[in-house]
Each structure stands twice: as C-alpha cells, then as structure tokens.
C-alpha cells in the first residue's frame, strides 16, 4: 500500500499527558498537511509543509502543538498537556507538485 | 457566516436515485474544488478534484463549478447502497497564498436498497 499511512490509529490517554503521532506521505510527495475533525464537522487545516519547512499554521494551532518534519519526509504533530477539547481525529494527507490531497485513515485521540 | 457552507442532511434516497450534493462558499479567491468521500471513522477519500469553473464527469460522478454564483454541486447517478458514506467539499485558492484546504460540514447520504 503506497498510500498515506498514519500511526497510531487510536490513542487514549488521561487530561495532562503528551502524546505524539505520525505520519509517512506518499512516497515523494514534498507537501504534508495536517488536520483536525471532530464529530459532524468537516476537517479543519492545523499546519503545512513543504519539504522540511513549516510554511503556515493555523490559530488553532496552540502553544501545546507542535509538528515537525526533520528530513522531508514523515512527520510528527505532538500535543502537551492534553486537554478532553483535544479529543477528535487527527488526519495528515500530503499532495505533490498539483494541489490534490490524499488523506490517511487518521489517528483518533480520546482524552479522559 | 463559515467560509464554505453544507447541509449536513441526513439525506436518504432509494437504490438507484440521482443524488444531488452542494455547497456555497463566500471567498471569491477560490480556484479549486474538490469531493471527498468519507466512511465513518476512515480517512477521506478523493472523489473529484476540479479547477475554476465547469463541469467534470468521472464514471457515475459529476462535478460542478459555478463561480459566479459561488456554488458547487456534486452528482451521483445510479446510487448504491455502497454510496452511504459523509461527502465533504473542499475549497482552495493559490491566489490567497495558501494550499490548505477549507472543508463543508460534510453531507451524511443514506441510499437505501
């Protein structure tokens, strides 16, 4: 499978902890974007890269997130202190020189 | 007023209806429009990807661009049961600087069999 691949699929930790997921791109694909969605609502942009570097970032994205992507090619989104309103599915797609963006399955986050 | 707007329905239709899916959008800076099928609890996945204005068709999908209006419809014809799933719409525009996408609410479609 070439597609986009996250891990984990689903995590589930106690209000305070940090977490950290991942995400490998397709093969190739210099742009990585990350996303937010919480039940009944459509994703919500959180960061962008290309290559390496981190080109934007939303407001939503709080002192407590922090993605990287150190050689170009995966990348990780940690959160710090998780609050329950960090609770929802967190997507990762990635695109290469055109526009369209191919999704992973996500990583679902419970915070109890 | 959300930037990108969509009935969340649920909208439930028989085997073998033409549905019609749609969203508005306020941001005239938007060059391209994009069909995502979602499963529940999957990842979205790429339907139809369109620039600017027209129509795009891909095997029982047809995609539609009014930028004038600033509306964007999605059409399935000979739905399926297999067709249940949320549809989102997706917007972006190069012109404002930026490659992130901007997402409806998402329609839950229920094609009954």
């Known amino acids: 499978d070439t597609g986009v691949s996250q891990d984990p699929r689903h995590k589930i930790t106690k209000r305070g902890q940090n977490v950290t997921f991942r995400c490998d791109p397709i093969?190739?694909?210099?742009?990585l974007y990350w996303y937010r969605q919480t039940l009944g609502q459509g994703p919500e942009f959180l960061t962008y890269?290309?290559?390496?570097?981190?080109?934007?970032k939303s407001r939503l994205l709080s002192d407590r997130f922090s993605a990287e992507r150190p050689k170009g090619s995966f990348s990780t989104l940690e959160i710090q202190r998780t609050e329950q309103g960090d609770s929802a599915m967190y997507l990762c797609?990635?695109?290469?020189?055109?526009?369209?963006?191919?999704f992973g399955p996500g990583t679902r986050l419970t915070v109890l | 007023q959300k930037e990108v707007e969509q009935d969340p329905g649920p909208l439930s239709v028989p085997e073998g209806a033409i549905v019609s899916l749609n969203c508005t959008y306020s941001?005239?800076?938007?060059?391209?429009f994009m069909w995502y099928r979602q499963y529940s609890r999957k990842g979205p996945e790429l339907l139809m990807y369109?620039?600017?204005?027209g129509n795009k068709e891909d095997g029982r999908f047809t995609a539609q661009v009014d930028k004038s209006s600033k509306y964007i419809s999605l059409f399935i014809r000979d739905s399926q049961p297999s067709d249940s799933a949320t549809y989102l719409c997706?917007?972006?525009?190069?012109?404002?600087?930026?490659?992130?996408?901007?997402f409806g609410t998402g329609t839950r479609l229920k094609v009954l069999a």
């Open positions: 797609a990635s695109s290469s020189g055109g526009n369209e963006q191919f």
């Open positions: 093969s190739e694909h210099n742009r």
């Open positions: 890269f290309q290559n390496e570097a981190q080109l934007e």
């Open positions: 941001n005239s800076a938007f060059q391209y």
């Open positions: 369109t620039y600017s204005s």
């Open positions: 997706a917007m972006s525009g190069r012109a404002s600087g930026t490659y992130k996408y901007i």
